[in-house]
């Protein structure tokens, strides 16, 4: 099973919104409310920001919110602020054998 | 918040064995299910392995199957990664995490996202 697709990157100036999309299959994103999305920082461990879908972990700023339509998961900026320059990375269960596959990772720049 | 503290990364020859180990800070050590995930050097993240917070139940990546084995100590709450044949592309960092799960109708454990993660400790595996 292949990993998820993500944009290799996406950029925006502070203030804006933006949106990243992690494209799967039926066997995963389309076939599991289980998607989640994660950050990392050059050097450090990735962070959890969203699970199933759209919950935030306690702590996680409201300017990140998740969404889901059919086979494409999307995590959505808002107030694009110059920390939240990083890696994005979206994950989901599948139904498959394979379990659990991550996305590609979508490098965020903050202009 | 939960802790997570990884030892046990080091240089490793092909074919090597190495264990990994994660001290976990949290009372509910037996309660909540755990893993290894892992980053090879300037790539994305791969889901290596995880147990059930009753530890009855173990799920390996293709990857690693038969080569991995996860296991805990309960009386120390420390989870292990045992790697045996290990070869050149298991060099990664290891991220020792929490892992909370969804239950099919068998109740049988199956990992849903990875909400605690360790600082990591590099392996690499090199002649």
């Known amino acids: 099973q292949s990993a998820l697709t993500q944009p290799a990157s996406v950029s925006g100036s502070p203030g804006q919104s933006i949106t990243i999309s992690c494209t799967g299959t039926s066997s995963d994103v389309g076939g599991h409310n289980h998607v989640s999305w994660y950050q990392q920082h050059p050097g450090k461990a990735p962070t959890l920001m969203i699970y199933?879908?759209?919950d935030r972990p306690s702590g996680v700023s409201y300017r990140f919110s998740g969404s889901k339509s059919g086979n494409t998961a999307s995590l959505t900026i808002s107030g694009l602020q110059a920390e939240d320059e990083a890696i994005y990375f979206c994950s989901s269960s599948t139904t498959t054998s394979v379990l659990y596959v991550f996305g590609t990772g979508t490098k965020v720049t903050v202009l | 918040d939960v802790q997570l503290l990884e030892s046990g990364g080091s240089l490793i020859h092909p074919g090597g064995s190495l264990r990994l180990s994660c001290v976990v800070s949290e009372v509910t050590f037996t309660t909540n299910a755990r893993g290894w995930v892992r980053q090879a050097p300037g790539k994305g993240l791969e889901w290596v392995s995880v147990?059930?917070?009753?530890?009855?139940?173990?799920h390996y990546a293709d990857s690693v199957k038969g080569r991995f084995t996860i296991s805990r100590d309960t009386s120390q709450n420390t989870l292990y990664l045992q790697m045996n044949s290990l070869r050149a592309e298991d060099t990664a960092v290891y991220y020792c995490?929490?892992?909370?799960?969804?239950?099919?109708?068998?109740?049988?454990?199956?990992?849903?996202?990875?909400?605690?993660w360790g600082q990591g400790s590099l392996v690499t595996v090199s002649s």
């Open positions: 995490v929490k892992a909370p799960g969804y239950y099919d109708a068998s109740a049988y454990y199956y990992p849903r996202y990875f909400d605690f």
């Open positions: 199933d879908v759209s």
């Open positions: 147990v059930s917070g009753s530890g009855d139940t173990t």
